[in-house]
């Protein structure tokens, strides 16, 4: 890696990160070579940067599939924050882009304000008289870092505590001292509070359903700071409206207009923006985790956090030298009906990636003659009918972290294979030729000749003398 590379801090308008924040996690990054722009998403600078950005920092803006392609250069995008549901997850895994989160870091500020709520709710410092939290059945869905950080408030409070997660067992509910429900339904089943910390995924769409809040004791309250989508608001507001004594509390439901109509009757409480990681701590725990993750990416190669599976880092040089191969063989063959190709070891696992670079390689050398992504590269193969071929690697050869590729069209027919060594890809046979042609930046002159005495002299002297 070079160490000039571009990060590009981007922030929403009414959601900054605290300026400590911000300052300090510039300065990690800065101290460890690279290039900072910290911008509010609305700057329109951010146009004219997004093109040199290797790595974004983001909160819950949007990264969507149009701006990730106005971002060539990305590797890796990280969401300061827990839920990454505002980044086209599919899109940057397509473009070879990681994406992680911060998990853990604002988990303590999502948990307390969940008490935040229930307390204005239930015992508003009003002057009239509320209800206590002590005994109550309390039922958390989603048992990650947020849910865990909720149980144990809540055991403080004294409230009897059972949790459920399709990701956990009741192992680990037993050592965090709460129970385990058998299901969704089960976890709110006479449930007097109900907290949600699933994420927003198409799985968790509506989870909270007709059946969820049916379960509920009488006059139960449901905190929602995970997610708007993870409840279906139809069944909520006939719920609201059968039971009057049930209140719904989110600090991240603004948008749900049917809702605002029902606040004045007091069984909702929704502050004007979403709130959980709207704490100081949160915001310089996540900013300064975030900055840690790029430079830990960048210097090692670590990628704990990811949510996403691209081509790890270590096997990166191996899409550009799926690259050039896909180049070099266009040369020989430059409208192949037919793509073969074989990656060898480690390589194999990520071959679908692969061959988008390969088919970027012919298409950039052979005839089109325009730069391209992978992806675009892709469906020009199939407009093309180009038949793609992925054959089996016999690692027994010991060919190591290679890729093979076969071009052929009705006359032609070329084998190249490839590696890498040291840092730099290298051509290692061509058709039957074993060889090892460094590939570099660089007009490649290739015969295949029968070996007689003063041969490659004369085909140097001819070359020379055609200038
Ligand atoms: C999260 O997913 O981390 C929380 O919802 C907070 O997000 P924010 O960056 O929008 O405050």
């Not at 709110?188 to 968790?204: A, G, N, V």
């Not at 959980?276 to 725990?285: I, S, V």
């Not at 975030?290 to 996403?308: L, S």
Request: proline share 5%; net charge negative; charged share 25%.
């Amino acid at each position: 890696y070079t160490m000039s590379k571009l990060v590009l801090i981007l922030t929403q308008v009414d959601k900054p990160f605290a300026s400590d924040a911000e300052q300090h996690s510039v300065q990690l990054l800065k101290r460890a070579g690279l290039t900072v722009e910290a911008l509010c998403e609305t700057d329109e600078r951010v146009a004219e940067l997004l093109p040199d950005a290797s790595f974004l920092i983001i909160r819950s803006n949007k990264v969507p599939a149009e701006m990730i392609d106005r971002a060539p250069k990305l590797e890796l995008i990280v969401r300061a924050g827990a839920g990454y549901d505002n980044v086209d997850l599919e899109h940057a895994t397509s473009k070879n882009i990681y994406v992680m989160n911060t998990p853990g870091q604002n988990a303590t500020a999502v948990a307390e304000l969940v008490f935040s709520l229930i307390h204005s709710a239930v015992r508003p410092i009003n002057g009239k008289s509320g209800t206590e939290l002590k005994n109550k059945k309390f039922g958390i869905l989603g048992f990650g870092n947020i849910g865990k950080q909720v149980a144990m408030i809540a055991k403080g409070y004294g409230m009897v505590v059972e949790v459920y997660d399709m990701f956990e067992t009741s192992d680990t509910a037993m050592r965090h001292g709460v129970g385990f429900a058998e299901s969704t339904v089960e976890v709110f089943r006479d449930k007097d509070y109900m907290s949600l910390h699933i994420p927003s995924t198409k799985e968790t769409k509506g989870t909270v359903d007709r059946e969820c809040l049916a379960a509920m004791s009488p006059g139960a309250v449901l905190v929602n700071t995970a997610r708007v989508d993870v409840i279906d608001h139809e069944a909520l507001v006939a719920h609201l409206q059968a039971d009057p004594g049930f209140k719904y509390l989110s600090d991240v439901d603004q948008k749900t207009d049917i809702l605002q109509s029902l606040m004045p009757n007091r069984q909702i409480l929704i502050p004007p923006k979403k709130m959980g990681a709207q704490t100081f701590e949160a915001n310089f725990n996540a900013a300064c985790a975030a900055a840690q993750q790029v430079i830990d990416f960048m210097q090692k190669g670590i990628t704990r956090f990811a949510v996403n599976n691209p081509v790890p880092p270590e096997l990166k040089l191996y899409t550009d030298l799926a690259t050039s191969l896909g180049r070099f063989s266009a040369a020989y063959v430059p409208k192949p009906r037919e793509v073969q190709y074989t990656c060898y070891g480690a390589l194999n696992a990520y071959h679908d990636t692969f061959v988008q670079y390969i088919l970027k390689g012919l298409f950039e050398q052979g005839g089109h003659g325009k730069a391209m992504t992978p992806v675009e590269a892709v469906s020009l193969a199939e407009e093309h009918s180009i038949d793609i071929e992925m054959r089996n690697p016999d690692n027994r050869k010991g060919y190591g972290l290679a890729i093979t590729l076969g071009f052929v069209d009705d006359d032609t027919r070329v084998e190249v294979r490839g590696t890498i060594v040291g840092r730099e890809p290298e051509i290692s046979r061509v058709n039957d030729f074993k060889t090892r042609i460094p590939l570099r930046e660089a007009i490649y002159v290739l015969v295949e000749t029968a070996d007689h005495p003063g041969v490659e002299y004369q085909i140097a002297q001819n070359i020379v003398e055609a200038g």
